[in-house]
Every structure is written in C-alpha cells, then in structure tokens.
C-alpha cells in the first residue's frame, strides 16, 4: 500500500510540475496573448513548490479502484476535482469572478485542459508505479 500512495503522489507531483510549466510556457512564448488570456505566472519556487504537493494531494485519488483500464481517462476524470476547486473557489477568492473569467474567457477551457495534461501524467505515472 506504501507503494501505491507513493505513486499517486509522486505521480500527481509530476503532473504538477507539468501544468506548472505549461501555464508558465503559455505566457513566455505568447499563447496566452494569442488566446486572450491574462494569466500570466512568474516561475518561482515557493508557487511551483505549493502546486506540486497540491498535484501530489490531489491524485492520491488515484488509489480509488475507478478505471483501472483506462489510464488516461482515468487522470483526466480525476483532474476534473482540482479543477473545480481551481474554478469556483481559488479564482474567485482572487478576485479574478467565477470561473476566473477575469482571466479571460477562455481561462476554464485552459485550466480543464491543462488539468487534464496533468492528470494523465500522473496516471501514467500511476500505472507504470504500481505494476
């Protein structure tokens, strides 16, 4: 069982980093002026290091006995909970309205996709992991 938490942790820590970097990318190199998205972070320690352990808490997810089969829609049905959380409670508390629409509109497409990039790296992290 340690093996397991310690996948879907690490996995959901990797995916973390992922998004983390995609967010960050999609700024750098003008995808989100291109999408009318003002979401812009700056890549830090102290903002990368809390989305991964937030990634690692929210995949441990993984250890529910839901589709086991599918890895991929798997990680992407489980990021649809971080990404709820990010939508109705993080964004707003930001001042950026519901769904953080003072983003841009686009920004629930974006923090769906992007989750979903997360969460079927650390499904497939998961997987790879535990068998």
């Known amino acids: 069982m340690i093996r397991r938490i310690s996948a879907a942790f690490t996995g959901g820590a990797i995916g973390g980093f992922v998004d983390s970097f995609n967010i960050w ?3 750098k190199v003008g995808i989100s002026d291109l999408i009318s998205l003002t979401m812009k972070p ?3 320690a102290p903002w990368l290091y809390q989305r991964m352990v937030w990634g690692g808490i929210w995949m441990l997810l993984l250890l529910l006995p839901l589709l086991k089969k599918k890895v991929l ?3 992407c049905l489980f990021s649809l909970f971080p990404s709820a ?3 109705f409670m993080v964004l707003p ?3 950026k309205g519901m769904l953080g629409l003072g983003f841009g509109i686009v920004t629930p497409l ?3 996709g992007l989750n ?3 969460g079927m790296v650390a499904s497939l992290w998961f997987k790879s992991g535990t068998t």
């Open 25 to 27: 990318f999609m700024g």
């Open 42 to 44: 700056e890549f830090s």
């Open 73 to 75: 829609l798997r990680g």
């Open 85 to 87: 959380m990010m939508l």
């Open 93 to 95: 508390e930001m001042g």
């Open 110 to 112: 974006v923090v769906i």
């Open 116 to 118: 979903c990039i997360y």
